[in-house]
């Protein structure tokens, strides 16, 4: 059973925007803290952001100004808005629980050329 779909990524340039989503079951989503993860080509993956149940939101220092997160826990959805993308930023995100991961979809493949 799929309980994270990531959808949104694409090809940007450099300085480009995109807006991930990530729909989540709600056995998964529901008052857990959500985070958006990047896994980058040879690199360890890493919490880019993440958001508590009430909304509470917090980011890595190399996103902060430039990444939003939020939530609609009606829809049991999270986003990501990215902005001022840089091409070190290239990777694939992903969603999940932060503190009680869960398994991974697909993930979001963005890729920022020069």
């Known amino acids: 059973q799929v309980q994270l779909v990531e959808s949104g990524g694409g090809l940007v340039q450099a300085g480009g925007s995109l807006r991930l989503s990530c729909a989540a079951s709600?056995?998964?989503?529901?008052?857990?803290?959500m985070g958006w993860y990047r896994q980058a080509p040879g690199k360890q993956g890493e919490l880019v952001a993440h958001?508590?149940?009430?909304?509470?939101?917090d980011y890595a220092n190399s996103v902060k100004g430039r990444f939003t997160i939020c939530r609609d826990n009606t829809k049991n959805t999270v986003y990501l808005q990215v902005n001022s993308l840089k091409r070190e930023e290239t990777g694939v995100y992903y969603c999940?629980?932060?503190?009680?991961?869960?398994?991974w979809g697909q993930g979001a493949e963005v890729a920022v050329s020069s």
């Open positions: 999940d629980r932060v503190g009680a991961p869960t398994d």
């Open positions: 709600g056995s998964i989503f529901r008052g857990f803290t």
């Open positions: 958001i508590t149940g009430s909304g509470t939101t």
